[in-house]
């Protein structure tokens, strides 16, 4: 009897961990799609010839984005082409370099109200 109950203990030991994996396993699958959403985008920072930082955002998808840049509250919005890179948005104050900027992309479909701001 001893016996018995020690192998019950242990499948049931077993199915709990089976439990915890699936759960696990399904997280994972669940969050993997989520983490890669966010459309692929590169920034290039540079100070012109002038002294004032500046950006260049670049769309590496084949989907027209919803993008601003921010610096200092002020933010220029527009939308991205696909495959294209934005014109240089230049900082208004020598004293702001590249980590005062703030960038943001999205797909279009998702924020209709960028369709009224410039395209690059």
């Known amino acids: 009897m001893h016996q018995k109950?020690?192998?019950?203990?242990?499948?049931?030991?077993i199915q709990k961990d089976m439990k915890i994996s699936h759960y696990f396993f399904l997280a994972l699958a669940v969050i993997s799609p989520m983490s890669m959403a966010l459309p692929k985008v590169n920034n290039t920072f540079s100070v012109s010839e002038s002294g004032f930082?500046?950006?260049q955002v670049h769309n590496d998808t084949f989907e027209m984005?919803?993008?601003?840049?921010?610096?200092?509250g002020h933010k220029v919005k527009f939308q991205l082409r696909p495959k294209s890179s934005t014109n240089w948005i230049t900082a208004t104050d020598?004293?702001?370099?590249?980590?005062?900027f703030s960038t943001w992309c999205d797909y279009l479909d998702v924020?209709?109200?960028?369709?009224?701001y410039r395209i690059y």
């Open 94 to 100: 020598k004293r702001f370099n590249y980590k005062n």
């Open 111 to 116: 924020h209709p109200k960028y369709n009224a």
């Open 65 to 72: 984005l919803a993008c601003y840049v921010a610096i200092d």
């Open 53 to 55: 930082a500046r950006v």
């Open 5 to 13: 109950s020690a192998i019950l203990d242990d499948e049931v030991y």
